[in-house]
């Protein structure tokens, strides 16, 4: 294990200084959730808020609670915008005048929460977006495509708190150190290898999947002897964090299509909060990131809270379900 830390990794990276503080305070950010996340049972808050968000989803306790330590924490950077959360219907101005230079931060406070009653892996989602000129505070000034992302990452809140970002120059994964309550840079370099066997899907979506996904999903599951001449693996989360960590760790592909279940909406996952951030950390790695059509970082959003189908992982398995998709 190294030593660097963030800050001495950000500034090797040469990060221009107003980035990698806002870099340090999401850190920090992800390090407090980290604590209310780990401390939930004692805490009383692993159950619903009896609230739900925007987007008709019962809100958990710690939903709610992530994205106010997130609020508190980022939204007193100086050269921040706006925050736009994924638990929060209006955008979160911070200037009146938003300057050329100024940040925007879209997140998911905590991603997976269906999955903190049963004890299993959750996150935080980010997505940095720079401004090349001063912008009027309006909704409509956050609809900017993914290829305008200057930085993204995640925060891991598995066995180890754990810290996987990009500014543009590949993919560095970082460890949060108890002692000295640094993240210590672990994994740097991640890279996804272009071929895989392994895929991740919810596959109790079967009956609702369009011809394509089907397709792809019965030839893979057909293994050896099948079109695909091989026999796959299958993982499923149900947490994006963890099933993109497992992928820049060991490689595999994680589809959430766009179904007859959920097509009207768009797909489930979030263009700014989930697809686009995701989307950077895999292209950074290695890797694709796919709505079945083409690049996810390419969608023109039309609203902060848009869904999207997501298909991203090993490139060429990414390449393959694309054409499936032509077919
Ligand atoms: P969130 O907890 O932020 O709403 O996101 C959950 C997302 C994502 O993390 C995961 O991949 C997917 O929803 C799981 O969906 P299913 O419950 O349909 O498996
Ligand atoms: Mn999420
Ligand atoms: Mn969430």
Redesign the pocket.
């Known amino acids: 294990m190294t030593q660097t830390t963030l800050r001495q990794h950000l500034q090797a990276q040469q990060t221009d200084t107003d980035l990698m503080i806002l870099m340090e305070d999401i850190a920090t950010a992800c390090r407090m959730i980290a604590d209310r996340v780990r401390h939930g049972a004692f805490a009383g808050v692993l159950g619903a808020a009896e609230t739900e968000n925007v987007q008709g ?1 019962t809100q958990k306790e710690l ?1 709610v609670i992530s994205d106010e330590l997130f609020q508190q924490v980022v939204g007193g950077n100086p050269s921040l915008a706006a925050l736009v959360s ?1 638990e929060v219907d209006e955008v979160n101005w911070r200037k009146t005048a938003p300057q050329a230079g100024d940040f925007v931060v879209y997140y ?1 406070p ?5 999955n903190l009653d049963v004890n299993l892996s ?1 996150g935080t989602i980010f997505s940095i977006v720079r401004l090349n000129a001063a912008i009027a505070p309006e909704a409509s000034a956050v609809q900017i495509k993914g290829t305008k992302q200057v930085a993204a990452g995640y925060a891991i809140y598995g066995p180890s708190t754990g810290l996987v970002i990009t500014v543009g120059q590949g993919v560095d994964g970082f460890t949060h150190h108890p002692g000295s309550g640094e993240f210590l840079l672990t994994q740097p370099e991640m890279s996804i290898p272009p071929e895989t066997k392994e895929f991740a899907i ?1 596959a ?2 079967y009956d609702m999947w369009h011809p394509p996904v089907r397709n792809y999903i019965d030839d893979c599951l057909r293994g050896k002897n099948g079109p695909r001449g091989k026999t796959f693996n299958m993982r ?6 963890a ?1 993109v960590h497992r992928i820049l760790t060991r490689g595999g592909v ?1 589809l ?1 299509p766009a179904d007859a279940g959920n097509a009207a909406q768009g797909g ?3 263009l700014m ?2 697809a686009n951030p995701m989307g950077m950390l895999v292209e950074q790695a290695g890797g694709a990131s796919s709505t079945g059509l083409g690049r996810i970082l390419e969608v023109a959003p039309t609203g902060h809270h848009q869904r999207v189908p997501v298909i991203l992982g090993s490139r060429e398995e990414v390449a393959v379900i694309e054409g499936y998709h032509k077919k």
């Open positions: 989803e939903d994924e998911d905590l991603d997976g929460s269906s959750v919810n109790s979506r499923w989360c149900a947490s994006m964090v099933d994680f959430y489930k996952l979030r909060y989930e």
